[in-house]
């Protein structure tokens, strides 16, 4: 009865605390807190064992190895909860299993006075040494491995060379030692702070393990004195009291840092959210770009953010950025203008690994042949990020048109690059898109009501020119008949010259202005750039003009006005052609390719470039000299090519040159929206 008193107390305080660590594991779900919980289920039911000892103080061999076993595997289950593989369930019980069948095997031979030392020393062997290499091999040899380690060897060493000589009380010291006082150890290498949970927690560990051997030692020297056995449990209640101050530390700091976290996502959306509005009202989009890429690097995990936005000609241009340095920006520009392709964001997607609705992960793999731009910082390894990695949010037009990309990288928290991370940067993003496919829209809006304009203005002027023209014509052919020769004669010639060419003028004018009725047919595209190249061939050799084509042998047919696009195609060489007087070598490339359902056509030379993009398809804009041109080549192409479903671009070339583009659909397609 003594004895139920002397002990209950202690098993109270236990039962108290095994139900508060079951009642914590259902409110957090951590492996780590399952272990420490079986680790307390088993202290309890060590003590609970003690009840059934007899009052002589020499309990049964039943009974003895229930108590020894259920302590030393509780020292088992406490390294294992604090191993950096814990929350791997297969690594983590692998070593409950390698580590706890020696213990529970030494325990029953030891608790039952077996003399069977080859078991004790394969049982040592494979606690002290089988181990740590365990740990060691599916895990990289840290720097705390290299602490603790040693120690251990040493104190497995020392018990096998005991337990030969028949004692295996070293042995079992020595399981009991090293089992609770790694603990400490390892405990603050997890939790590396200051706080009182991981202080008095780590401090009762080291307290536990030191129990054994200065008990053994007390025992020997001085067995006469006689201390409370309630002391020598004073550390376990160290330890369990500073568990649960742990807890309650991290539960702090999660409630901390989702403060922070709010705080954090609150300045977001509201910097965000004054982009968007400013986007809205249509600024320059260029003028925000800046302000956009700051904005994300200061309120999300992204240290280094750029954006890059498409030109005319499918190429791309660097708008804003944020984090990198003034010889990272020049050679953003620079791969920008040479390297970079409006093409490779689409074919980059297609590789990346998609985060959110509209992003994705590329891993050096995946882009090292679009030439990035390399970072300088160094990760660990981890799961969620490597060296190298970068985002991709692509700017897709609404109707789905790739009109630029944000590249992120860098994150400050690994772990954060996530769906959730992405979803606000991602609105963003397509509020950006939105707004450039707006403006865009735009400009082709005010484009085709300028034309619309000047070409109503062009009919009526035509018209009324037309008739005191033909009135000149005809009259001065008549004269012609009357005056044959003489200076007068090559006056009146002259005057027909340019009385018919101001016809030809006036025809074109009437073109541009006029809404024809275009037949659509098939038409084979590489036969009339080979009629157009023909009706020019003499002139492109007698200059030196070197014209190189490059035509898709499976090119399909295109739907299309055979005259009006011969036309087109004549303007475009003879642009070209014109735009290189004054080069020494002059080059002339036409390539025509089949790109997602639409044949694409493009004209490029070397020579200056239009002096103005913004006014390239202008009628009546023209760099030539006065005589030259009318400035409604361009004009006319453009209204053509849009009559015909397509579309054209016009960019300049690095370092010189010009390109233009057109874009038609293929006849199988226009045949299908026509009917």
């Known amino acids: 009865m003594a004895t139920l008193f002397d002990k209950l107390p202690t098993i109270l305080v236990l039962a108290v605390l095994v139900a508060i660590f079951l009642a914590l594991g259902r409110h957090v779900n951590s492996s780590r807190l399952k272990l420490w919980t079986s680790a307390w289920v088993l202290i309890f039911f060590h003590f609970f064992?003690?009840?059934?000892?007899?009052?002589?103080?020499?309990?049964?061999?039943?009974?003895?190895?229930?108590?020894?076993?259920?302590?030393?595997?509780?020292?088992?289950?406490?390294?294992?909860?604090?191993?950096?593989?814990?929350?791997?369930?297969?690594?983590?019980?692998?070593?409950?299993?390698?580590?706890?069948?020696?213990i529970v095997t030494f325990a029953a031979a030891y608790a039952y006075e077996r003399d069977w030392r080859g078991l004790y020393v394969?049982?040592?062997?494979?606690?002290?040494?089988?181990?740590?290499?365990?740990?060691?091999?599916?895990?990289?040899?840290?720097?705390?491995?290299?602490?603790?380690?040693?120690?251990?060897?040493?104190?497995?060493?020392?018990?096998?060379?005991?337990?030969?000589?028949?004692?295996?009380?070293?042995?079992?010291?020595?399981?009991?030692?090293?089992?609770?006082?790694?603990?400490?150890?390892?405990?603050?290498?997890?939790?590396?702070?200051?706080?009182?949970g991981v202080i008095t927690t780590a401090g009762g560990f080291l307290l536990w393990g030191l129990v054994f051997p200065v008990g053994a030692l007390m025992d020997v020297k001085w067995p006469d004195l006689h201390i409370n056995p309630e002391l020598w449990n004073t550390p376990k209640f160290f330890v369990a009291f500073g568990m649960i101050?742990?807890?309650?530390?991290?539960?702090?700091?999660?409630?901390?840092?989702?403060?922070?976290?709010?705080?954090?996502?609150?300045?977001?959306?509201?910097?965000?959210?004054?982009?968007?509005?400013?986007?809205?009202?249509?600024?320059?989009?260029?003028?925000?770009?800046?302000?956009?890429?700051?904005?994300?690097?200061?309120?999300?995990?992204?240290?280094?953010?750029?954006?890059?936005?498409?030109?005319?000609?499918?190429?791309?241009?660097?708008?804003?950025?944020?984090g990198f340095d003034p010889d990272t920006v020049e050679q953003i520009e620079y791969k920008c203008a040479h390297m970079w392709k409006l093409d490779y964001l689409a074919e980059a997607c297609r590789l990346g690994l998609r985060l959110g609705q509209n992003s994705f992960l590329l891993q050096p793999a995946d882009i090292d042949k679009y030439n990035p731009i390399p970072s300088t910082e160094h990760f660990e390894p981890n799961p969620y990020w490597l060296n190298g990695n970068v985002v991709l949010v692509p700017l897709q037009s609404s109707r789905g048109s790739y009109v630029g990309g944000l590249v992120l990288d860098d994150p400050r928290d690994v772990a954060s690059v996530t769906a959730s991370e992405m979803s606000k940067i991602e609105l963003l993003a397509g509020d950006l898109a939105v707004t450039i496919d707006n403006a865009d829209l735009h400009r082709q809006l005010v484009r085709s009501e300028k034309l619309a304009a000047i070409g109503q203005l062009?009919?009526?002027?035509?018209?009324?020119?037309?008739?005191?023209?033909?009135?000149?014509?005809?009259?001065?052919?008549?004269?012609?008949?009357?005056?044959?020769?003489?200076?007068?004669?090559?006056?009146?010639?002259?005057?027909?010259?340019?009385?018919?060419?101001?016809?030809?003028?006036?025809?074109?004018?009437?073109?541009?202005?006029?809404?024809?009725?275009?037949?659509?047919?098939?038409?084979?595209?590489?036969?009339?750039l080979q009629e157009v190249l023909a009706l020019r061939e003499y002139h492109t050799r007698g200059h030196n003009v070197d014209v190189q084509v490059e035509v898709d042998p499976g090119l399909p047919h295109v739907a299309l006005d055979e005259d009006q696009f011969k036309q087109i195609l004549l303007n475009l060489l003879?642009?070209?052609?014109?735009?290189?007087?004054?080069?020494?070598?002059?080059?002339?490339?036409?390539?025509?390719?089949?790109?997602?359902?639409?044949?694409?056509?493009?004209?490029?030379?070397?020579?200056?470039?239009?002096?103005?993009?913004?006014?390239?398809?202008?009628?009546?804009?023209?760099?030539?000299?006065?005589?030259?041109?009318?400035?409604?080549?361009?004009?006319?192409?453009?209204?053509?090519?849009?009559?015909?479903?397509?579309?054209?671009?016009?960019?300049?070339?690095?370092?010189?040159?010009?390109?233009?583009?057109?874009?038609?659909?293929?006849?199988?397609?226009?045949?299908?929206?026509?009917?």
């Open 49 to 102: 064992t003690g009840l059934f000892e007899p009052a002589t103080g020499n309990p049964t061999h039943g009974i003895l190895f229930l108590d020894l076993g259920s302590l030393a595997l509780s020292a088992l289950f406490f390294i294992a909860s604090l191993t950096i593989f814990h929350e791997d369930t297969k690594l983590t019980g692998g070593l409950l299993t390698l580590a706890g069948i020696p």
């Open 245 to 322: 101050l742990t807890l309650l530390e991290d539960k702090s700091e999660f409630l901390k840092s989702a403060r922070a976290r709010e705080h954090q996502l609150n300045r977001q959306l509201q910097k965000f959210a004054g982009i968007t509005s400013r986007l809205l009202t249509g600024v320059e989009v260029n003028s925000l770009c800046h302000e956009i890429a700051h904005s994300i690097t200061e309120t999300s995990t992204f240290r280094r953010a750029f954006i890059v936005l498409s030109t005319e000609g499918r190429g791309l241009y660097a708008a804003g950025h944020a």
């Open 574 to 675: 003879n642009n070209s052609i014109d735009a290189l007087e004054g080069v020494r070598e002059k080059r002339i490339r036409i390539e025509a390719i089949r790109r997602e359902g639409r044949v694409i056509v493009r004209f490029d030379d070397n020579g200056p470039g239009f002096s103005d993009m913004n006014r390239a398809f202008d009628p009546f804009y023209t760099t030539k000299p006065v005589g030259k041109g009318t400035g409604l080549g361009l004009s006319i192409c453009y209204g053509i090519v849009k009559e015909h479903g397509g579309d054209i671009q016009a960019a300049n070339l690095q370092p010189c040159g010009a390109r233009v583009t057109l874009e038609l659909p293929i006849h199988a397609e226009v045949a299908a929206v026509m009917s």
């Open 122 to 196: 394969i049982c040592l062997a494979v606690l002290f040494y089988g181990v740590p290499l365990y740990v060691t091999f599916f895990r990289r040899l840290t720097r705390e491995a290299l602490g603790w380690m040693p120690l251990s060897i040493i104190a497995g060493t020392v018990s096998i060379l005991r337990a030969w000589r028949h004692d295996p009380d070293i042995g079992f010291l020595a399981i009991l030692c090293v089992g609770f006082a790694l603990p400490a150890f390892l405990y603050w290498r997890r939790y590396r702070r200051w706080s009182p």
């Open 458 to 528: 062009v009919a009526g002027v035509a018209h009324e020119l037309n008739n005191p023209l033909a009135s000149i014509v005809g009259y001065s052919e008549l004269l012609t008949d009357e005056i044959t020769v003489g200076p007068a004669r090559q006056k009146l010639d002259k005057m027909i010259r340019e009385a018919q060419r101001m016809r030809r003028i006036i025809e074109n004018l009437l073109r541009f202005a006029r809404q024809n009725s275009l037949e659509k047919k098939s038409a084979n595209l590489p036969g009339l």
